[in-house]
């Protein structure tokens, strides 16, 4: 089945423990992106990616990694988690290199940091 | 960063209803596209916009792409319980909406439909 996958889907943690969220996709996309939604502010994109080795910042980077080390893979890294990145994250895919390409959005995964 | 606003914010319907949402920008776009995101899942595409005053359908929805480039709309004929959700516009936000990585979505309005 095509499909994009995130885990852990639920993760609570503490101030400064690095943690990744993975995202795995398998269906040879060029294109994939983490995004976080919180209440009222729709969704924002981190980072996203148009092809292996090759990634760029979104509209809010700061306090988060990733890196595509190869097609099916872009791992979210946070560093040192502080309780404002609380949220819930979505990694998503395209075929296309393109951001407006039909995105395929994982099932997301809900981040808690005490 | 550019944004996105999406009015109303929320609606309550009846079942049968027509709605109707829009999205307003202060920068052009050269795409809008419309998403939908079910309760406890990942949002999905429901329709992509290319050209100004273009005006697509998918079944019962029907989005439009403003002449000035700045707006969009999106409108639900016939509601019925299963189009709740979240909507949400989005966007490519580099200077002249020719990015081709970069993707801002409005902050979503929330459509409840009452059986």
């Known amino acids: 089945e095509a499909q994009v996958t995130q885990n852990p889907r639920y993760l609570i943690t503490v101030t400064g423990k690095k943690l990744t969220v993975t995202c795995s996709q398998n269906?040879?996309?060029?294109?994939m992106s983490w995004y976080r939604q919180d209440p009222g502010l729709g969704l924002r994109q981190i980072y996203y990616?148009?092809?292996?080795?090759?990634?760029d910042k979104g509209d809010v980077p700061e306090g988060y990694k990733v890196s595509r080390k190869e097609k099916r893979n872009f791992p979210l890294i946070l560093e040192s988690p502080s309780p404002n990145q609380t949220s819930l994250y979505f990694c998503?895919?395209?075929?296309?290199?393109?951001?407006?390409?039909?995105?395929?959005f994982g099932p997301g995964t809900r981040l808690t940091v005490l | 960063g550019q944004q996105l606003n999406q009015s109303p914010q929320s609606m309550f319907i009846q079942e049968g209803e027509d709605v109707s949402m829009n999205c307003t920008s202060s920068?052009?776009?050269?795409?809008w596209l419309w998403y939908k995101q079910e309760p406890g899942e990942g949002p999905v595409l429901l329709i992509a916009?290319?050209?100004?005053?273009e005006l697509t359908s998918n079944g019962r929805l029907t989005a439009q792409f403003g002449i000035t480039r700045k707006d969009s709309f999106l409108n639900i004929s016939a509601s019925i319980p299963s189009d709740v959700g979240i909507y949400f516009c989005?966007?490519?936000?580099?200077?002249?909406?020719?990015?081709?990585?970069?993707?801002?979505f409005g902050q979503g309005t929330i459509l409840t439909v009452h059986p």
């Open positions: 998503a895919s395209s075929l296309g290199g393109a951001s407006t390409d039909t995105q395929y």
């Open positions: 269906m040879n996309h060029e294109y």
């Open positions: 990616s148009m092809n292996v080795e090759v990634t």
């Open positions: 920068s052009i776009f050269n795409t």
């Open positions: 916009l290319y050209k100004a005053g």
């Open positions: 989005a966007g490519p936000t580099n200077a002249g909406g020719t990015s081709y990585g970069k993707l801002t």
